[in-house]
């Protein structure tokens, strides 16, 4: 029988991890310290997997019912949704990093700002400084 929020709620630690089952694989294992973490069980190439989706409440029940239904639409096509997940947290991290790389805007306008000015260049020609660097933002 499916989980209810009011069941989840109430769920008191014990002294050992117990698992309370949803449906269709997806559990919530409470900590000895109180903690539930939403996990998902599954099978993959003859193999038993877990998946975890996160914290509950962070992770509502709806939302953990959501994510097993994704993770099950990609067993259903043949792929592994723990690979898949992998996957999206690396390109999300490479775009993250990618982001906060250092770009020539963000170096030239750390040279104006620094180099320039504490030499004491002449206002005008930091000004024109910033302004090369706009044209060139602007390409």
Known sequence: MPLTAAEIRALQPSGIEAK??????????????????????YTFAG??????FGRYPEVSLKDARKERDEA???????????L??????????????L????????????YIDTKMVREGAAKATVDKAR?????????
């Open 99 to 110: 982001a906060t790389a250092n770009t020539f805007h963000s170096l030239a306008e750390e």
């Open 47 to 52: 193999k038993e997997r877990k998946l975890s």
């Open 20 to 41: 309370v089952y949803d449906s269709q694989g997806l559990y919530l294992l409470v900590s000895p310290n109180g903690s539930k973490h939403w996990k998902m069980r």
């Open 84 to 97: 898949a997940k992998k996957k999206a947290k690396k390109k999300a991290k490479i775009k993250a990093t």
């Open 131 to 139: 302004w090369f660097l706009s044209l060139l933002a602007g390409c």
């Open 72 to 82: 099950r639409q990609f067993l259903a096509s043949g792929a592994d949704p723990s």
